[in-house]
């Protein structure tokens, strides 16, 4: 028998004064200035970071971060059509207790790897991780 995935569902409504509530709550008044391509931007960075906190608890390691990420959209040559054709993630972490190579890999991995809105995009990002100062 096989065992079903688990699903998750996701629901945003837009009012017509600008206004996003997410599932029905937590209304966030989003300034003109946010791009669509912004929000996706920041909806990997979350999702990332929310991946690494789960997979971090797992391993009973504590972090601080900080994240940027950055998206060039222009016309894909197989195509032509506008899309990302270059997506790149920088995280800057606190990590504590400091874990050895492999494992600090392993869980940086796991939080690449876990992040479905990541999973999701075409080109895969590209992530530059910085922890405890120094490249990952």
């Known amino acids: 028998m096989a065992v079903k995935a688990k699903e998750f569902r996701y629901a945003i409504e837009l009012d017509r004064a600008g206004r996003v509530t997410a599932d029905g709550r937590a209304p966030l008044d989003l300034d003109p200035a946010w791009t669509p391509e912004q929000l996706v931007l920041a909806g990997l960075v979350r999702c990332t970071l929310q991946s690494l906190r789960f ?11 900080s994240a940027a990420a950055s998206a060039l959209v222009t016309r894909r040559e197989d195509d032509d059509r506008y ?6 993630v920088e ?5 504590e207790p400091v874990r050895p190579g492999d494992e600090l890999r392993d869980l ?6 876990d992040c479905f809105v990541g999973a999701s995009l075409s080109p895969t990002p590209r992530y530059r991780w910085r922890v405890n100062g120094a490249d990952a």
């Open 83 to 88: 899309a990302f054709v270059e997506i790149d």
């Open 108 to 113: 940086i991995a796991k939080a690449e790897r």
């Open 55 to 65: 997979h971090a608890e797992r391993a009973g390691v504590d972090f601080l971060a």
């Open 91 to 95: 995280l800057e972490l606190e990590v």
